[in-house]
């Protein structure tokens, strides 16, 4: 009887964690980083910390927007101020999985899993009433335009509406 509630017991525990694991949509600057960036290594390459570490570095070289910036919180560039390109390096050189590797790095740096990717937003096909208004907001300053007295998001909505001729296309 005994067992079967440790059992239980130790069921219940992984459950739980198993629930709590990163995934990509909480990390996903670091998932899809990592992941192109394992993709480009040799086996060879992927049994070596340092030599990792090296190919790392080469490949934060060419890295831009939002890649750019997980490079430099890992230490991948040169004008990185810290450097946590280590606890990257030994896990995939172990072989762990994308999603280990990540939930390490965010143990190290909490800033590594804000990063998120900017959504593109297609102004033509939307429905603006869905969006939120810190994506209306982006709108509007992605077309350098403000709007003073938008108060609600009604107003952000007719604002766009009033400006859409101006820079949508709709004969494309």
């Not at 990390?27 to 990792?52: N, Q």
């Not at 297609?122 to 509007?140: A, F, G, Q, S, W």
Request: one cysteine or more.
């Amino acid at each position: 009887m005994n067992k079967l509630i440790l059992i239980g017991f130790f069921l219940s525990v992984i459950a739980i964690f198993d629930s709590y694991a990163l995934k990509p949509s909480d990390c996903e600057v670091c998932f899809a980083v990592v992941e192109k960036f394992a993709a480009g290594l040799t086996s060879d390459e992927k049994k070596d910390p340092k030599v990792i570490e090296d190919k790392f570095r080469k490949f934060c070289k060419t890295a831009k927007g939002k890649d750019h910036r997980f490079c430099y919180y890992l230490g991948g560039l040169e004008e990185s101020a810290t450097g946590i390109l280590s606890e990257m390096a030994k896990p995939l050189s172990w072989s762990s999985p994308v999603d280990k590797v990540c939930e390490k790095l965010k143990k190290k740096d909490n800033q590594i899993c804000d990063l998120r990717y900017e959504k593109s937003i297609d102004v033509k096909t939307v429905d603006l009433k869905k969006l939120k208004v810190r994506d209306l907001k982006k709108i509007l300053s992605d077309w350098e335009e403000t709007c003073e007295d938008c108060i609600e998001k009604g107003d952000f909505i007719k604002r766009i509406e009033v400006l859409k001729p101006k820079y949508v296309r709709e004969d494309l």
